[in-house]
């Protein structure tokens, strides 16, 4: 079981806007910052938001980021057949002082 | 361009140990906090180890206290974890991850490509 919960699938057609949600606790995203990865399969994981809600150079704006309380969210609009993949929330836990990930979502483009 | 290169995954025994290494380059390795994240067969992602540039603090997931021990050396960039005590649950991808600050605390910027421990009799 993972200390960050997020839905283990979601889905979304061509074009469409597709949110993933992250919820964790006053230890982790409650007190520090939140980073997205993705990840296909058999590549290395990639960096796809930092600080809750900055993407790296190179990530399109589709990918935004926002942070509310001990939960937050990753959304994607215009999404596309490259967008499948899994993703990935990550914080530090000041209680366990070590990173925590989320189970992953894994996102199907219909 | 940051590499990270890891290697020395291999087919084990339960109970019996190995060293997995990582290469870095592309970067000054001195300065960068360094993490080990692992995926087993059809799981996700999990953090096992961070150190800190100076590897004056160190950090271990609970699963894997006692029993695994990161370290590096700067003067051949290199990142080790050395995992004895291995059991069937350690079996998974081992990732190399370097971040972003000095400190453990600081997020991944890069991973490398994993290198594969398979813990079986």
């Known amino acids: 079981q993972s200390v960050l919960t997020q839905p283990p699938s979601a889905s979304g057609t061509p074009g469409q806007r597709v949110t993933i949600f992250c919820s964790g606790s006053?230890?982790?995203?409650?007190?520090?910052?939140v980073n997205w990865y993705q990840h296909l399969p058999g590549t290395a994981p990639r960096l796809l938001m930092y600080?809750?809600?900055q993407r790296p150079s190179g990530v399109p704006d589709r990918f935004s980021g926002s942070k509310s309380g001990t939960s937050v969210s990753l959304a994607i609009s215009g999404l596309q057949s490259e967008d499948e993949a899994d993703y990935y929330c990550?914080?530090?836990?000041?209680?366990?002082?070590?990173?925590?990930f989320g189970g992953g979502t894994k996102l199907t483009v219909l | 361009d940051v590499q990270l290169l890891e290697s020395g995954g291999h087919v084990v025994k339960p109970g019996g140990s190995l060293r997995l290494s990582c290469a870095g380059s592309?970067?000054?390795?001195?300065?960068?906090?360094l993490t080990w994240v692992r995926q087993a067969p059809g799981k996700g992602l999990q953090w096992v180890s961070s150190?800190?540039?100076?590897?004056?603090?160190?950090h271990y997931a609970d699963s894997v206290k006692g029993r695994f021990t990161i370290s590096r050396d700067t003067s051949t960039d290199t990142l080790y974890l050395q995992l004895n005590s291995l059991r069937a649950d350690d079996t998974a991808l081992y990732y190399c991850?370097?971040?972003?600050?000095?400190?453990?605390?600081?997020?991944?910027?890069?991973w490398g490509q994993g290198t594969l421990v398979t813990v079986s009799s």
């Open positions: 150190i800190s540039d100076s590897g004056d603090s160190i």
């Open positions: 991850v370097k971040g972003v600050g000095r400190r453990p605390l600081s997020y991944f910027d890069h």
């Open positions: 006053s230890s982790n995203i409650g007190s520090n910052i």
């Open positions: 600080s809750d809600n």
């Open positions: 990550v914080a530090w836990d000041d209680s366990l002082k070590g990173w925590v």
């Open positions: 592309g970067f000054d390795f001195s300065n960068y906090a």
